[in-house]
């Protein structure tokens, strides 16, 4: 068989791109960390690793998620501690004007603070987040409306929120309640005698019984707010457990998800990451090798019939 001088050109070519590329991938690969470049390099583990980044990937949005979850959650939680700490101060008060040695112009002065703490207690139900929503307004406000509360001492309340619980994705299987409608914390407490009545009522009407003049009708009146505003604590605290039993349950699910994350960064460092001390040996021979070919291909490039003559 007759091997010409541009045969054996054309396969020191050949053999010479073959090293460069070989050597160039491992140069890449000692560059990036990543033992595949491509998907062909590994068509398998390439697919395998796809399927761990997206599984990791929305791992770190529930982990997102759950972090959004206890910021609005402890948000609440402080205005039913400040809620809770209001009603207090509204019981002391009570206690106060019902002490019959008191004249009108003492009372008056108790409703004086009464009244104060009746705004209080309106600022705590149209509290904002820290992205500017409302607390307290379930799923939003009526059309037309601006805040979930609005009135006074004289008029009274309405209410212009709904009854709506926002809730977040939290995990693959839970979705997390991240708050509380203002029916639930502020309206649908107890009565004494049966029923419900609002928050902003029973301060309304003790205020109402501590301005009338004379003794007697705070004191009629005591026995049944003592008892309405103790409902209203209760039912403060008790929203406020429920809130605090869903932190604790975040807690879980960030302990188990951050143990997830971990899991998927191992299974993709033994997919994609590079092992240096084999890519540091195979890119030494690698050198080696090109060297032979470059030199090869030199003198196969100067191959000529003269140099037999």
Known sequence: MRVSTSMLYDQSTANLNRQTASYLKVQNQLATGRRMLNPSDDPVAAARALEVTQRRDMNAQYLDNQNAARDALRTTEISLSSLGDLLQSVRENALKAGNASLDDGQRKMIATDLRQQFGQLMSIANAKDANGEFLFAGFGLAAGETQPYEGSVESGVAANGDQGERLLQ??????LQISNSGYEVFENVDRVG?????????VRNLIAAVETPG??????????A???IDNALDNALRVRADVGSRGVELDGLENAG???DVQYQSTLSVLQDLDYNE??????????ALTAA???????????LFNYL
Do not use: C, E, H
């Open 294 to 304: 470059q030199k090869t291909f030199m003198q196969a490039s100067q191959l000529s």
């Open 194 to 202: 049966g029923g419900k009545q609002s928050i902003f009522d029973t």
């Open 258 to 260: 951050t143990a997830l």
């Open 170 to 175: 939290v995990s693959a299987g839970r979705q």
């Open 215 to 224: 003794a007697s009708t705070i004191s009629a009146a005591l026995p049944n």
């Open 226 to 228: 003592l008892g309405n």
């Open 279 to 288: 890519a540091i040996t195979n890119a030494a021979k690698l050198q080696t």
